[in-house]
């Protein structure tokens, strides 16, 4: 397709148990961003891809999240042992220009991966 | 942190009326950008303003930017009932993109 696709679109999991959400970029994008967004609420940054540069992993809220990006291309963000509090909308973003010499361009996201931890 | 915070949190207004949201930041940018967020849906982007732009247009929307004061302010104007969403300011500079609270826009038919 023409724009960033993420699945699952919803995802029901119990407390305790891994979960895996997965994005696919726009081709050729070299960019890739990994956001959380509470229920009625702004961005966390998560992650950022660039390129064959190591990613920046500043964002993840605790070593039970990590994620991976291979080929350049598609991403898993993973979640093991899943908790309440990480019940949110996963949002992967992509965008044709990063950050290497201070040019943030603009970002393509996709509509989530909705993680409901019960 | 160079997070942007948007001001007011929420904007009710009537259909045709001009709508203007308020953005300020902590550290020096390269740019600024604006997306748009519908209900349960991915942000769509809608305007870059760089560190030495002062003011922008697309359609109906006005963009501008104050480095000094570290602000930024988005115009709508002649809003539609379609306007109404979650409309968030991002900061880019040598690092990540960040992300404001968003200001929730509702326009009224």
């Known amino acids: 397709g023409a724009g960033v696709s993420q699945s699952p679109s919803n995802k029901v999991t119990e407390k305790g148990k891994d979960v895996e959400l997965r994005c696919d970029p726009i081709?050729?994008?070299?960019?890739l961003y990994w956001y959380r967004q509470s229920l009625g609420q702004g961005l966390e940054f998560l992650i950022y891809f660039q390129g064959n540069s190591a990613p920046d992993k500043s964002g993840l809220p605790s070593d039970r999240f990590s994620a991976e990006r291979t080929g350049g291309s598609v991403s898993t963000l993973t979640i093991q042992r899943t908790q309440q509090e990480d019940s949110a909308v996963y949002l992967c973003?992509?965008?044709?220009?990063?950050?290497?010499?201070?040019?943030?361009?603009?970002?393509?996201f996709g509509e989530g991966s909705r993680l409901t931890v019960l | 942190s160079q997070q942007g915070e948007e001001d007011p949190q929420a904007l009710s207004i009537q259909e045709g009326e001009n709508a203007t949201m308020n953005c300020s930041y902590k550290?020096?940018?390269?740019?600024l950008q604006w997306y748009r967020q519908n209900s349960g849906r991915g942000l769509v982007h809608l305007i870059l303003?760089?560190?030495?732009?002062r003011e922008k247009h697309s359609g109906r929307l006005r963009v501008t930017l104050d480095t000094s004061k570290k602000s930024s302010s988005l115009l709508i104007t002649a809003s539609r009932a379609a306007d109404t969403a979650s409309y968030f300011c991002?900061?880019?500079?040598?690092?990540?993109?960040?992300f404001g609270k968003g200001t929730k826009l509702t326009v009224n038919p």
């Open positions: 973003a992509s965008s044709p220009i990063g950050l290497a010499g201070g040019r943030a361009g603009e970002l393509f």
């Open positions: 303003i760089r560190s030495n732009e």
């Open positions: 550290t020096s940018i390269n740019n």
């Open positions: 991002a900061t880019g500079g040598s690092e990540k993109l960040v």
């Open positions: 081709s050729g994008h070299t960019a």
